[in-house]
């Protein structure tokens, strides 16, 4: 069965310091792999994706995401982390041809002063 | 562009009442989809469409239908609504064409049933 997940239900870490938010999936054939944020009370907004060529894909607001094909994971990074990437995060897959996304259940983002 | 937009932003049901979310796009775009939210379980697919007069189920298609008459507008209709159906509903869309694989979201429906 397709799939994605996102172990951590919530990631702390401090203004600064490096985040790394996990996602894994399990998507047959060439996944296609998003990020999503979302602000309390608002949509979904676009991160970043990977659909094929570099592992390392750089996205919005200073966000990147590793796509590791052996380990079947596309963490998502940041350097350095703002108070204002304080957020929930949503991983998302899809097969090329297939109209279903799978999205992770989310994994709240606390950055602390 | 507005964008995807959806109305209403909150609405308040008792339980066996119908009633239809309407979500619109001006991108063009030819997939539109719906969306539950509920905590701890991210997002759930209800519906989608690929084209105007073409729709299919997702993972959650029970206790809601769908149509697409215009390549503008999906709306989610919910024939006789359920406590368990309380939830936030979102609508997206994106293009079949190029590499613009992404979707872009509607704010969302904050639905309760009673």
């Known amino acids: 069965a397709q799939s994605v997940a996102q172990p951590e239900d919530q990631v702390n870490v401090a203004e600064g310091n490096p985040l790394t938010v996990k996602c894994t999936y399990s998507?047959?054939?060439?996944?296609?792999l998003f990020w999503y944020v979302q602000y309390p009370n608002r949509g979904l907004q676009f991160l970043l994706k990977y659909i094929t060529g570099d592992n390392l894909v750089k996205g919005s607001y200073g966000f990147e995401a590793e796509f590791n094909k052996s380990q079947t994971s596309f963490h998502l990074k940041k350097p350095s982390a703002l108070v204002s990437d304080s957020a929930l995060y949503f991983c998302?897959?899809?097969?090329?041809?297939?109209?279903?996304?799978?999205f992770g259940s989310g994994t709240k983002l606390n950055v602390k002063p | 562009n507005a964008g995807v937009t959806q109305t209403p932003k909150f609405q308040v049901l008792k339980t066996g009442q119908s009633m239809t979310l309407q979500c619109a796009q001006d991108m063009n775009h030819e997939y539109m989809s719906w969306y539950r939210q509920d905590p701890g379980m991210g997002l759930r697919l209800i519906h989608y469409s690929v084209g105007a007069g073409i729709t299919d189920q997702g993972e959650v298609p029970n206790g809601y239908n769908v149509s697409r008459s215009t390549t503008e507008d999906f709306p989610l209709r919910l024939l006789s609504a359920a406590p368990s159906q309380t939830s936030v509903y979102f609508c997206?869309?994106?293009?079949?064409?190029?590499?613009?694989?992404?979707?872009?979201f509607g704010p969302g429906t904050r639905l309760t049933v009673t």
């Open positions: 998507v047959s054939g060439n996944p296609y």
């Open positions: 997206a869309s994106r293009t079949n064409r190029g590499s613009a694989y992404e979707q872009y």
């Open positions: 998302a897959g899809r097969v090329y041809n297939f109209n279903k996304f799978y």
